[in-house]
């Protein structure tokens, strides 16, 4: 199954995914581990991880590829929540370049 993972993931980029997760045990929130969150990723569908994937590339400000994954969601409801979202995080980010 593909994932983040496998697409060359930055310590910055890592920190934006996995920077927070609830410590129940201690009541607090933690960063993952880089363990926790390929645990984390193996356990979601493929649609899911297509959704980060379009996700990263919209941080990485990639429409091109960013559309591609965005069109593999096979979930009509993830594929357009993922859209709305990424969508408008890529044009807020465009805004700010000019």
């Known amino acids: 199954?593909?994932?983040?993972?496998?697409?060359?993931?930055?310590?910055?980029?890592?920190?934006?995914?996995?920077s927070k997760k609830v410590d129940l045990e201690n009541?607090?929130?933690?960063?993952?581990?880089?363990?926790e969150a390929m645990e984390?990723?193996?356990?979601m569908s493929q649609d899911e991880n297509y959704a980060y994937l379009a996700d990263l590339y919209c941080?990485?400000?990639?429409?091109?590829?960013?559309?591609?994954?965005i069109d593999k969601i096979k979930d009509p409801f993830l594929q357009?929540?993922?859209?709305?979202?990424?969508y408008h995080e890529y044009y807020f980010r465009l805004s700010k370049l000019k």
């Open 1 to 18: 199954m593909e994932t983040i993972f496998d697409h060359n993931l930055t310590e910055e980029e890592f920190k934006y995914f996995f």
């Open 27 to 35: 009541q607090r929130i933690v960063p993952y581990t880089k363990e």
């Open 40 to 43: 984390k990723v193996k356990n």
């Open 59 to 69: 941080l990485r400000m990639d429409k091109k590829k960013m559309d591609e994954y």
């Open 80 to 86: 357009q929540d993922t859209a709305h979202s990424v």
